[in-house]
């Protein structure tokens, strides 16, 4: 099923600018409004008429990803061979009728703008369906760059309060998972609640950035923890008293995952009038919305659900979409399928090649090669006899012609490396950026086995024992690595 017959998506690039990344303001709360705020909602409108998805494109010099994240945002990353991160959250918005999305964009976004504005602007057969980006800006009112999500949701309230949604659903748009945002939608009204949280199961384990929740046995949120139990820092509960008894569920954190219901009228006043100064979402008006007494809920979430907060998640959700079976993420799934660019590429050329459990993206030209347990990029180019293992190569932006490729390119170090994997190289356990130039006999194997190393100025860097090549870096022939 194509997009365009899924759904038709109209998109808006308001503006764009590469800037310095977001900043975040500690967590310290000044409640000065205790005030229950109030919205009525009717709770049998279907979600395409009444929800509006906020997706945040994310990314930082701080990013977790980097060096993936040097040229693009942490939502722009590639993964699985033809998609990009935001495509599973998208997707997810798609799947779950939710065709009212806004992308709020900022650092690096020139790629994620890109991608969005070409995978996800369909006819114009449905005014009310929509995609809109909206890039980080200036304005006489505000002359700084957002400082924050809650920062850009505020200074957004004037593009967001044109449609009629009667809840508004916060979205990270670099996470990998899968989830119903209707049954989420469901929970929230019938919980009548101002604000839901989706949280991990408390089967889970797992600490995420986003702080974490206590909620009573009604999936009430009693209390905010600042940060995960990992970090070495000083932290400290927000408890909120809801005059409930408690069972056992009240010694239970919940990791929160960045996931946000909220009613429109309940959103605009603690943006601009509790919390007028507020930068950040999950560490300011989310807590300051339970110290206020706002009626806030949990969304327990059971599903597989990666936040990609390192590049060893990353890599490894690369390695399990190569899996046959007890596949955490199904990029296969006819029932909920995932969307990206249709970029119209010629079949992959396969010429006398070994390809187990691999993935290969589309326009690939793999000569007499062996490939194993590895995601190939589309335009990937990979020469006789090189052997490619457990690794993750995003392909190539461009082809190069022959004479390009004889010569290298006009501008180059090493003229006579084209872009792609030369002949008799080898390549084990590394993430190779786009536009990659590997010569002949090169070998990419952390030779030294290093657990730790910063060479992004020879062009890669190491973690976790991972090589990670960076965009466009080049390896003349016989390097070793």
């Not at 950040?280 to 949990?298: C, F, Q, R, W």
Request: hydrophobic share 35%; glycine share 6%.
């Amino acid at each position: 099923m194509s997009l365009l017959t899924h759904h038709h998506l109209r998109l808006e690039l308001h503006s764009h600018h590469e800037k310095p990344p977001w900043k975040l303001l500690p967590s310290r709360l000044s409640i000065t409004n205790a005030q229950k705020l109030e919205c009525q909602f009717s709770p049998f409108l279907p979600a395409n008429q009444s929800v509006a998805a906020v997706v945040f494109g994310e990314g930082s010099q701080q990013s977790k990803l980097y060096p993936l994240t040097k040229r693009r945002s942490e939502g722009a990353i590639p993964i699985a061979g033809s998609y990009r991160l935001i495509d599973a959250v998208i997707s997810n918005c798609i799947n779950s009728n939710i065709a009212k999305i806004y992308a709020l964009t900022q650092f690096n976004s020139t790629s994620l703008n890109s991608h969005l504005s070409r995978a996800y602007s369909g006819g114009l057969l449905a005014n009310q369906e929509f995609l809109e980006v909206i890039a980080a800006y200036q304005s006489p009112e505000d002359n700084d760059w957002f400082q924050g999500t809650a920062d850009a949701m505020r200074r957004c309230l004037w593009v967001l309060e044109q449609h009629p949604a009667v809840e508004f659903l916060v979205l990270p748009g670099h996470h990998l998972y899968k989830m119903d945002y209707q049954k989420l939608i469901e929970a929230h009204r019938r919980n009548r609640a101002d604000i839901t949280v989706a949280v991990l199961d408390s089967t889970s384990d797992r600490n995420t950035d986003f702080g974490s929740f206590k909620l009573d046995f009604e999936n009430r949120v009693i209390g905010f923890r600042e940060e995960p139990e990992s970090m070495l820092l000083s932290v400290k509960w927000y408890i909120h008293s809801t005059g409930s008894k408690f069972n056992g569920c009240f010694n239970e954190k919940f990791s929160s995952m960045g996931i946000y219901v909220m009613n429109r009228q309940v959103m605009i006043k603690l943006l601009k009038e509790s919390f007028p100064k507020a930068n950040d979402l999950k560490y300011e008006v989310i807590p300051g919305a339970i110290s206020l007494g706002l009626k806030v809920h949990g969304y327990r979430f059971d599903g597989y659900w990666e936040d990609m907060r390192s590049i060893e998640a990353y890599y490894h959700a690369n390695m399990e979409s190569t899996q046959k079976t007890n596949m955490k993420y199904n990029f296969y799934d006819r029932e909920f399928p995932v969307y990206t660019l249709p970029r119209h590429l010629p079949p992959s050329l396969v010429t006398e090649a070994v390809i187990t459990d691999s993935t290969i993206g589309d326009g690939c030209i793999l000569n007499r090669c062996s490939i194993r347990n590895a995601v190939i990029g589309p335009r990937t180019r990979v020469g006789d006899g090189a052997i490619i293992e457990d690794s993750v190569i995003m392909g190539s932006d461009i082809y190069q012609s022959v004479p390009e490729q004889n010569t290298g390119g006009i501008h180059t170090k090493h003229p006579s490396v084209p872009i792609g994997i030369g002949e008799g190289s080898l390549i084990k356990k590394a993430i190779i950026d786009k536009n990659a130039k590997i010569g002949k006999n090169v070998k990419i194997i952390n030779r030294d086995n290093v657990l730790e190393g910063n060479n992004e100025t020879d062009g890669y860097i190491i973690t976790a024992g991972i090589i990670v090549v960076v965009r466009g870096a080049v390896f003349p022939d016989n390097s070793i690595l």
